[in-house]
């Protein structure tokens, strides 16, 4: 049973554009939302996070938009870079799990 | 701060075979979690520590792998035996505490089962 759905696998997006990736969750108990963003040979990286008491988190180019009613949140980036080509995964976790589950991931391509 | 180091950074063995991978966390992080993470996919907990006490470890295949934490500080986890599905990159994080908090990872093990 996968409890994060992430869409879409992959992405291409110009330099400048807007980068959405989005990501549904099932299990209600879940209350921390983290982005995480991976290199090639380098574990992820914690990007942006966000608790369901909020709508919405913004820190610089990246903002998580979240609907707790739907179960979905989403990462936006703003000002896409070619910088930011890297594999991007959404993940919840629950206060008492600990663990966090992962989507998939998405691919980002930025084209200078 | 240091991150948290895995070593080795890369292993190739033949079916059957046995290896084990080590870790050591940030120091003062009582969580640690050990993740499998297959090409294309995004990482599946194998096992999680508290201090040195198992949290979590359902997914586990406890009939090859196995893990400890030793003294609640540094962690190994082992393949005995290997089989050519468990190619795979195998990271190593580390949190404060448990559920809800930022999880640090390490590069990884890149595991190669010929």
């Known amino acids: 049973q996968q409890q994060v759905k992430q869409s879409p696998q992959s992405l291409i997006v110009q330099k400048g554009g807007i980068s959405i990736i989005n990501c549904a969750y099932e299990?209600?108990?879940?209350?921390?939302f983290p982005w995480y963003q991976q290199f090639p040979g380098k574990g992820p990286a914690l990007l942006i996070a966000i608790r369901p008491d909020v709508s919405e988190k913004k820190e610089g180019r990246f903002t998580i938009s979240f609907n707790k009613s739907a179960k979905q949140f989403s990462l936006h980036i703003m000002d896409s870079q070619p910088g930011d080509s890297a594999t991007y995964f959404c993940a919840a976790s629950s206060p008492n799990a600990g663990k966090s589950t992962f989507g998939d991931g998405t691919t980002l391509t930025v084209k200078p | 701060e240091a991150g948290v180091a895995q070593s080795p950074r890369y292993k190739i063995i033949e079916k059957r075979q046995s290896v084990a991978f080590w870790c050591n966390p940030i120091?003062?992080?009582?969580?640690l979690y050990w993740y499998q993470q297959i090409l294309g996919q995004g990482p599946k907990l194998l096992i999680q520590?508290?201090?040195?006490?198992?949290?979590?470890d359902s997914q586990l295949p406890k009939d090859r792998f196995s893990a400890e934490r030793l003294k609640g500080v540094d962690s190994t986890l082992k393949i005995q035996p290997a089989k050519l599905e468990d190619s795979a990159v195998y990271l190593c994080?580390?949190?404060?505490?448990?559920?809800?908090?930022?999880?640090?990872f390490g590069q990884g093990t890149r595991l190669t089962v010929v």
């Open positions: 520590f508290q201090n040195n006490g198992v949290v979590d």
């Open positions: 299990n209600t108990a879940f209350d921390y």
């Open positions: 994080a580390s949190s404060l505490v448990g559920g809800g908090t930022e999880a640090f």
């Open positions: 120091s003062g992080h009582a969580t």
